[in-house]
């Protein structure tokens, strides 16, 4: 079966740094483009970041250019999102997806909740 | 990276047949067959119900259908029934390889 299951969240100040993962079973990470897509409760679905399948690409949303790393480990079949710089705003839900050729998400995880505040 | 614009709300009756647009631009619906469709109901995981504007992953009811013409494109719920009340969300890959959401439409069934 296929699945993502996501850790890390919490509750993290303004300005520091958290580590999300996404532990993937059922098939195989660098076969894949994934993705991070967070949605703040209540609120509608924001596009993060994309790892390609051979893992030599990256892209990010303006909002958290420069800010946030997306990247996996092979061995560990485990996506990561290293978030720095963190603000109020970047407080949401976070799922990992798996990418398809025809640019869908076909696979979420169930979400880690991370919130930003003092 | 704007949003693509939803509406927010659509309604229908059991048995009849809504559609929600997507707008975007020239850069993204516009330029590529590269939109999905995803349904979420509360709290739980979003869904793929579309891609490549009108293809339906298998097990995905063929009430369900897409299209797009210009920058604009609809996902249609044929014979709607009270478990496709739901938030739907469109999405499109844009040509800096990066991909925007639409801002969601809330359907009721009435």
């Known amino acids: 079966e296929v699945q993502l299951v996501e850790s890390g969240g919490g509750l993290v100040q303004p300005g520091g740094s958290l580590r999300l993962s996404c532990a993937a079973s059922g098939f195989t990470l660098s076969s894949y483009w994934m993705h991070w897509v967070r949605q703040v409760p209540g609120k509608g679905l924001m596009w993060v970041s994309r790892l390609n399948d051979d893992g030599t690409s990256t892209t990010y949303a303006d909002s958290v250019k420069g800010r946030f790393t997306i990247s996996r480990d092979n061995a560990k079949n485990t996506l990561y999102l290293q978030m720095n710089s963190l603000r109020a705003e970047d407080t949401a839900v976070y799922y990992c997806?798996?990418?398809?050729?025809?640019?869908?998400?076909?696979?979420w995880g169930q979400g880690t909740l991370l919130t930003v505040s003092s | 990276q704007s949003a693509l614009t939803q509406p927010a709300s659509v309604s229908g009756s059991p048995g009849q047949s809504i559609t929600i647009s997507c707008t975007g631009t020239g850069s993204d619906v516009g330029s590529y067959n590269l939109v999905s469709w995803y349904q979420q109901h509360p709290g739980k995981v979003p869904k793929l119900m579309i891609y490549?504007?009108?293809k339906r992953p298998s097990g995905v009811s063929d009430r369900f259908s897409g299209s797009k013409s210009g920058n604009t494109a609809s996902l249609t719920i044929s014979g709607l029934q009270a478990e496709d009340e739901a938030d739907y969300y469109c999405?499109?890959?844009?040509?800096?390889?990066?991909?925007?959401f639409g801002t969601g439409t809330k359907v009721t069934v009435l």
């Open positions: 490549d504007v009108t």
């Open positions: 997806a798996r990418g398809t050729a025809a640019a869908s998400l076909d696979c």
């Open positions: 999405c499109s890959y844009v040509s800096d390889s990066t991909y925007v």
